[in-house]
């Protein structure tokens, strides 16, 4: 069972450097995240998709863009790469069932993404 | 305020002791409520949900009180492999597709 599959799993940039962090999962998820985490932090969400097509932003949206074609597919863009960048990236899926039944069900992460910025 | 806080520790016990902490919730409304682990530099991966009467997972107790906002995780007998930080999470109801995690909470059992 693969779950979600994040690729790379290290990498590093140089300031201004564009790069995309792919993220995908076999679960048939409908909801999809990507979060950061700095050293000693806890998460912040980034941007996240409810289902093909749609997204939307986190609470640290700005240098990031997402797109959702498939359900499977979720990548992550950084167009001009900064120091402020570097974090690890986690991605991470989840469904939802009607809230008279259980509403949101618990995130499945991917490895993540070590990303350096220098 | 923030969403979630939890007291960082560290938690520092010897193997077979009781460890338990709290986690507290801003938002009365919140309706989803889960414990993860992170290992260092690993993925958080889900330990329990908690539910409304509390429930049970092998030494890991989880507790709910919704009258003062806060959940709380007790691990009983600990082992060396239970040394992790603890996230605490929640998903606030009208809040449909997001989870509110804590900053986490770290354990470390020694010998």
């Known amino acids: 069972n693969a779950g979600v599959t994040q690729t790379p799993k290290f990498r590093i940039l140089k300031i201004g450097q564009s790069m995309t962090l792919q993220c995908a999962q076999d679960?048939?998820?409908?909801?999809m995240y990507w979060y950061r985490q700095d050293p000693g932090m806890g998460l912040k969400l980034i941007y996240y998709s409810v289902g093909a097509g749609i997204t939307d932003k986190g609470e640290v949206p700005n240098g990031y863009n997402v797109s959702r074609s498939t359900t499977e597919d979720f990548p992550l863009r950084l167009e001009l790469a900064a120091p402020s960048q570097t974090s690890v990236y986690f991605c991470?899926?989840?469904?939802?069932?009607?809230?008279?039944?259980?509403?949101?069900?618990?995130?499945?992460f991917g490895d993540g993404t070590r990303l350096s910025i220098l | 305020r923030k969403e979630v806080e939890q007291d960082p520790g560290p938690f520092n016990v010897p193997e077979g002791a009781t460890v338990a902490f709290n986690c507290t919730y801003s938002n009365s409304a919140s309706q989803s409520f889960f414990w993860y682990r992170q290992d260092c530099r690993k993925e958080p991966k889900l330990l329990m949900s908690?539910?409304?009467s509390g429930n049970e997972d092998g030494r890991f107790t989880a507790q709910l009180n919704r009258a003062s906002q806060y959940i709380s995780l007790l691990i009983r007998d600990s082992k060396l492999s239970d040394s992790a930080t603890y996230l605490c999470?929640?998903?606030?109801?009208?809040?449909?597709?997001?989870?509110?995690f804590g900053a986490g909470t770290t354990v470390t059992v020694r010998a």
């Open positions: 908690v539910y409304s």
């Open positions: 679960m048939n998820h409908n909801y």
């Open positions: 999470v929640v998903n606030k109801k009208g809040d449909d597709y997001k989870l509110s």
């Open positions: 991470a899926s989840s469904y939802y069932r009607d809230r008279e039944r259980s509403g949101l069900q618990p995130q499945h």
